[in-house]
Each structure stands twice: as structure tokens, then as C-alpha cells.
């Protein structure tokens, strides 16, 4: 698989950690940085990290910094990015098998290393299960292209129930 990779300054040593772990299990990884501990700006990371994996130029993608927040909120910004942020491995398959999430956030300052690890494995191990859950991804694309800008949510009215 070939896999985008990047981090903050707060998941450096974590993203070293794991980008070890996915070359020596033969995977293609493509390292967007950071390259130190310095304190740099997650967004600079995770926008072009994302965008790879929007365009398909990557099979996912794994994003970290010291919460996993702002690196998901980044990721998601992006169209075509399903980035779920993961504490635990159950998190980890749920978020493939449910929600076809192409891109793992995490959180470097709340997890040790061998879970981090786990977490990784399970997510990249896990599949799509379809079914049920297509139609649920399809309504998240869905509006993804339908709310576009603010002006696009300003002037809809629709309500959850006129959505079903």
C-alpha cells in the first residue's frame, strides 16, 4: 500500500516510529515532514499530505500531531478526505468498516507506542464493509458537494428530517 505520512512538531518521534514499522512490512511511504521536533504549524503538514490522497495518488493517508484534533479538522477540510481521529484499535476498524476512512489521525501526546502501533496495523488491515454503510458515506460525500461554501449553507433550509 502507499501510504502519505505527516506530522507536527508533537507527533515527530511518533511518525518516525510508524513510518519504520510500514516500510519494514513493505509499504511505500511518502513523508510529508515535519523533520524535527521545532514547533511548526500542523496545517503546512496535513494540507499536502491530504491532497495526495484526495487525488488518489496515495492509498491513505496517516496524520499526527500531540491530539489528532487539529490534524483532522485540517484533513477534513479537504473534498474527498474521510480522516477519522483514533484512540484505540476498535476506533480504528470501526472507522474502516463503517465510515471508508482513507485517512488515520492521532493523537502522539495520549497514546504509547505499542498502541499507536496497533491502532496503525488494525486500520490499514481492516476493509470497507459496504452494505448498509455505502449509503451513509454517500450522504457525508454528498454533502460535501452540496455545502461547498458558507454562502451554500446560508441560503439552505433544509432540515435533517427533509434530508432522509
Not at 39 to 61: F, H, Q, T
Not at 126 to 155: C, I, N, P, Q, W
Request: aromatic share 4%; charged share 30%.
Amino acid at each position: 500500500m502507499k501510504i502519505a505520512i505527516a506530522c507536527d512538531h508533537r507527533g515527530y518521534e511518533a511518525k518516525e516510529l510508524i513510518k519504520n514499522m510500514l516500510q519494514r512490512t513493505g509499504h511505500e511511504v511518502i513523508d510529508f515532514g515535519t523533520n524535527e521536533s521545532k514547533s511548526c504549524d500542523y496545517p503546512d503538514y496535513a494540507i499536502p499530505a491530504s491532497l495526495m490522497v484526495a487525488r488518489k495518488e496515495v492509498d491513505r493517508g496517516i496524520l499526527i500531531c500531540g491530539s489528532g484534533v487539529g490534524m483532522s479538522m485540517t484533513a477534513n477540510k479537504i473534498p474527498g478526505i474521510r480522516a477519522a481521529l483514533c484512540h484505540d484499535e476498535l476506533t480504528a476498524r470501526m472507522s474502516r468498516q463503517h465510515n471508508d476512512a482513507n485517512v488515520l489521525c492521532l493523537p502522539a501526546m495520549l497514546v504509547n507506542d505499542p498502541l499507536i502501533l496497533r491502532i496503525v496495523e488494525s486500520w490499514l488491515t481492516t476493509e470497507f464493509e459496504g452494505g448498509r454503510h455505502e449509503r451513509r458515506v454517500r450522504k457525508v460525500m454528498e454533502a460535501e458537494e452540496l455545502y461547498k461554501s458558507m454562502e451554500d449553507v446560508e441560503k439552505t433550509s433544509e432540515t435533517a428530517e427533509q434530508l432522509e
